[in-house]
């Protein structure tokens, strides 16, 4: 499985563990379909950041994809 | 969609039948096409057009006795087209730009006795079939009678020309031969088939009768000999010997084939179209004739006269739907894309989002000369769709949750009017209207239940059309089934509906309940004293489920006048009146289209709107509109701002008002305790108008936000910006995982962003 790579630079930090994130290959399914593909993650408790643009970019154009599979 | 359907369909939509032009020449030369070249200064594109179907174009093009000019539309409006005089202009300005290609060579050696335009036809057509044709004529030149012409019409050096092409395609030319009794039993010896062009002199000495040809296949008496050409009653047309040579041609290439002679040749020749072109509105405009007669056309005047061609089409539906505009096509093709698309068992299903973006309102149906059903093929699209499990689930998921919402226990209501134990009448204003105006709402049901005798009950609720109109047939009959029980329940009353959409519903999916829309009842009663009219003249938008309801659109029309609303009526109201964009779940399934159509319904008019259906008078507001809603005006108490302005509430704000107006009629009713909310509902949130437009484009709730704040509060859960101090968390309540940007604030939390997907993340739930 190839893993497309989402990550940037973000101001975003876990408030909860206080922690920068660090990018960290995850998991993401949809409709069946299991991609792999490299976010900015929480170290410690793991939490995925989404931001706007891949939810409403990348994220949706797939999404539609597999709904029309 | 069976195949036999799909052909029935397309055969429904008369979009691509021939314009008159082309069906009434001989060739079917693409008149249109050969136009739009000329009026765009396409020479070589017009010359094309011709090259493509013309036989001979430097000579047929210079002398063609336009049987196609008594046909054209615009004689209606204007004159006819001078389409010889523009022929003759393309082919003495602009040389061959296609050359038909010749195909290899396949044995069978036709003779062609004479050699007029009959006989040269028929020889190139055969020649460029790959056959031998050989050109037997008692004549020194080509031509037959085209001779006669004057040099100026047609110059010998064109003529000429034609005998290069002859040659130039292998055709073998026999000239001065003596026709006699014995000639033609040779010339069927050496050949296998016979084509005799009655423009030849001399044909009379042969032993055979040419005089009555099969009108079909120009097939003679003699197995194998076929006859065309010359002069009929009507004298010598040019275009008749074209087509004869060439349907001749088709007879002998059939029959060295051994196939059918007869066998589907009814489009062959001058036939009938069934093209219908709206003329209406095109202002008449005359014939350009040529400053020099003898010299023809210029270039401008040419230009001028193929502008005038109307471009026949139909595309009636196209020019007024939205939808059918956005996807740019007619519905002949549309629905083969639909029928291509059920067939697709793997692969991208690309035409899911069309199908689910028509409004299904049934414009299209009444426009169209033929009542082509695109409506009723895209909602049993979507039903198959949700059978087959193929339809995509975003596209209608949001709508259904809102019809859950109408229909749970925060927004549902069935009862008797206070006080009583049975209703004659059950006032049902719809889930719209109670998301859309609540106190209009309940001002409608006090003056009902004022006016009126034997009880009047209420039912808040949903009609069902989004299960239906999404093609969830199960949960449509459900929701139905659960509504007629409990209209039972009160004794079946006569329901009374303020909206159209539930009144259309009830009438044709349950005929046992007995249905009336509150603008019949309103008509017939004593409307409310405070009525009030604005002084301006208002622009009656109807909506599109009335469009076959003429009573109920007449009724309205009746109180308006009865209030003192004077109205502009406009050609898209009453049957061809457009949908908003909420018909067939459009706006959910594709917003910007749903937004566009909104737009084009409100556009109408430049008068200030006046709708009655809830959802076209909040679409319309939504776009900017200055529009009310009729009840608006009926009981003016019910809102102190204008009703023009009253915005749209959007999708949180109709959840909300649908809430608050079954607990604030519980209470101030019937004295009964409103259901209790949930623990979220509690916390406050803070956001701008422009981000709530936002939200409501990315079909985001209040509720939903309130969801995962509440969560991300509770468990601690979220990212923080420690340069702004603003929180990002998600939370996933069921298949869609919304993302909230925020900020605790002394108002409540103050929203800065929402999003939302529906890519399952790791640990979430699927
Ligand atoms: S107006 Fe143009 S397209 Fe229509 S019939 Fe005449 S030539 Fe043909
Ligand atoms: S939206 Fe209405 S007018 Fe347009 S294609 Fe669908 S049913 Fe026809
Ligand atoms: S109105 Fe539309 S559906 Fe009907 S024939 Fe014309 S293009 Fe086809
Ligand atoms: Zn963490």
């Not at chain 2, 299904?360 to 039903?383: E, K, M, S, W, Y």
């Not at chain 2, 061809?576 to 706006?587: A, F, P, R, S, V």
Request: aromatic share 6%; glycine share 6%; proline share 6%.
């Amino acid at each position: 499985m190839s893993t497309f790579s989402f990550i940037s630079e973000t101001a975003w930090r876990c408030a909860s563990c206080n922690k920068e994130l660090h990018p960290r290959k995850v998991n993401v399914e949809y409709m069946g379909s299991v991609f792999n593909v490299e976010l900015m993650v929480c170290p410690v408790c793991g939490f995925v950041l989404i931001p706007e643009n891949l939810a409403l970019g990348k994220m949706l154009e797939v999404e539609q994809l597999l709904e029309d599979k | 969609m069976e195949q036999q359907q799909l052909r029935k369909l397309e055969a429904t939509c008369i979009q691509e039948e021939s314009p008159q032009c082309s069906a009434a020449c001989p060739i079917h030369i693409d008149v249109r096409a050969f136009m739009a070249c000329l009026a765009g200064k396409d020479w070589r594109g017009a010359r094309r057009v011709l090259d493509r179907t013309m036989p001979f174009a430097d000579i047929v093009g210079r002398i063609c006795d336009e049987p196609c000019r008594q046909a054209c539309k615009r004689s209606e409006i204007g004159d006819p087209l001078a389409v010889h005089r523009l022929e003759r202009f393309c082919v003495t300005t602009q040389p061959m730009v296609l050359r038909s290609p010749r195909l290899p060579a396949k044995g069978g050696s036709v003779a062609v006795i004479g050699s007029g335009l009959a006989a040269m036809t028929a020889a190139l057509d055969l020649a460029r079939k790959g056959r031998t044709a050989v050109m037997l004529t008692s004549d020194e030149q080509i031509g037959g009678s085209l001779r006669q012409y004057a040099e100026e019409m047609l110059p010998a050096q064109v003529l000429a020309v034609g005998v290069e092409t002859l040659y130039s395609y292998g055709v073998i030319l026999h000239f001065g031969c003596s026709l006699n009794q014995e000639f033609l039993a040779t010339v069927r010896q050496d050949h296998d088939a016979v084509f005799l062009d009655r423009d030849c002199r001399g044909l009379a000495t042969l032993a055979v009768d040419c005089t009555q040809p099969d009108p079909v296949t120009l097939a003679i008496g003699l197995d194998g000999c076929f006859a065309g050409g010359g002069s009929t009653a009507n004298g010598f047309s040019v275009m008749k010997q074209v087509e004869d040579g060439r349907r001749a041609a088709l007879s002998i290439e059939r029959y060295l084939q051994k196939v059918s002679l007869t066998a589907q040749r009814e489009r062959e020749g001058v036939c009938p179209t069934r093209l219908f072109t709206q003329i209406a509105g095109i202002p008449p405009l005359s014939e350009v004739l040529p400053a020099d007669p003898a010299a023809g056309y210029t270039a401008r005047e040419a230009v001028a006269e193929a502008a005038r061609c109307i471009q026949c089409e139909c595309m009636e539906c196209v020019k007024q739907c939205a939808f059918l505009q956005e996807f740019n096509d007619y519905p002949k093709r549309l629905v083969r894309k639909i029928y291509n698309n059920e067939a697709i068992v793997q692969g991208t299903r690309t035409a899911n989002k069309m199908i689910n973006s028509c409004m299904l309102c049934g414009q299209c149906t009444v426009i169209c000369p033929h009542d082509f059903p695109l409506n009723t093929v895209c909602r049993t699209t979507r039903a198959n769709m949700v059978a087959s499990a193929t339809m995509p689930p975003s596209a209608h998921e949001f709508a259904l949750q809102d019809m859950e919402f109408s229909l749970g226990t925060f927004a549902a209501l069935a009862r008797h009017q206070p006080g009583r134990d049975s209703s004659r009448l059950l006032f049902f204003p719809g889930c719209q209207l109670a998301g859309s105006a609540p106190q209009t709402v309940e001002q409608t049901y006090l003056h009902l239940t004022r006016h009126l005798d034997g009880g009047v009950g209420l039912m808040l609720g949903c009609c069902g059309i989004p299960a239906h109109w999404s093609g969830r047939q199960e949960l449509f009959h459900r929701t139905m089934q659960t509504l007629v029980a409990e209209v039972g329940r009160l004794g079946d009353p006569l329901i009374v509906t303020a909206c159209s959409s539930c009144y259309t519903v009830f009438k044709e999916f349950a005929p046992q309940l007995t249905v009336q829309s509150l603008w019949q009842l309103l008509d017939k009663m004593e409307l409310p004293a405070n009525a009030a009219a604005p002084p301006q003249p208002m622009a009656i938008h109807d909506p599109c489920t009335v469009r076959h309801e003429p009573q109920i659109r007449a009724s309205v029309r009746n109180i308006i006048k009865k209030i003192g609303i004077s109205t502009e009526e406009h050609p898209y109201a009453g049957e061809l009146t457009d949908c908003c964009g909420y018909g067939g779940l459009m706006q959910f399934a594709n917003v910007p289209l749903g937004e566009k159509a909104a737009r084009a319904k409100a556009r109408r008019s430049e008068c200030d709107g006046l709708a009655y259906c809830a959802m076209c008078r909040d679409n319309m507001a939504a776009t900017g509109r200055r529009v009310a809603h009729l009840l608006d005006y009926l009981f003016p108490a019910a809102s102190r701002q204008d009703p023009l302005l009253r915005p749209n509430p959007g999708f949180s704000g109709r959840h909300e008002n649908r809430a608050r107006l079954k607990q604030h009629l519980l209470t101030t009713l019937w004295q009964e305790e409103p259901p209790m909310n949930p623990a979220h509902k509690e916390i406050k949130l803070v956001i701008a108008p422009q981000l709530m437009e936002l939200l409501d484009k990315r079909h985001i709730l209040e509720d939903d936000i309130r969801k995962v704040i509440g969560q991300a509060e509770q468990s601690g859960r979220r990212l923080v910006d420690p340069e702004n101090g603003h929180f990002l968390a998600s939370y996933r309540p069921v298949r869609v995982t919304y993302w909230v940007e925020y900020q605790p604030g002394r108002q409540g939390f103050i929203v800065h962003n929402a999003y939302s997907h529906r890519m399952i993340l790791p640990g979430e739930a699927k």
